[in-house]
């Protein structure tokens, strides 16, 4: 069993910029960001393999920057020019699998940390 554990979220104006952080308990093949917008569902913003290989979704490419540090076991995302559109619940996810692309085979969850961006 992994814990994740997400911390940055916040609220910001647009063009503005986050970092949000997830601690786990222990190192992965994968790992993510998803996001969740009221009314919407959840999506796959950002996935990083233990080896650095990264992926993003395509409305966050150029903007948003994933990244991990196994040592101290923490995954992070860096959002910049951030849109209002961009407002959601954030979560980080694991998974012992490779593909870090394939979104729907994760299956350790952190509870989340709020990112609002305002106009």
């Known amino acids: 069993q992994v814990q994740l554990v997400e911390s940055g979220g916040g609220s910001v104006q647009a063009g503005g910029s986050l970092r949000l952080s997830c601690t786990t308990s222990?190192?992965?093949?994968?790992m993510a960001w998803f996001r969740q917008a009221p009314g919407k569902e959840r999506e796959g913003v950002a996935g990083?393999?233990?080896?650095?290989?990264?992926d993003y979704e395509d409305s966050v490419k150029g903007r948003f920057t994933i990244s991990r540090d196994t040592d101290r076991k923490v995954l992070y995302l860096q959002m910049n020019s951030l849109k209002p559109e961009d407002t959601a619940m954030y979560y980080c996810?694991?998974?012992?699998?490779?593909?870090?692309?394939?979104?729907?085979?994760?299956?350790?969850w952190g509870q989340g940390t709020q990112v609002t961006v305002s106009s």
């Open positions: 996810a694991a998974k012992n699998s490779f593909l870090c692309e394939h979104w729907s085979e994760y299956h350790y």
């Open positions: 990083i393999s233990i080896d650095g290989t990264s």
């Open positions: 222990g190192n992965t093949a994968c």
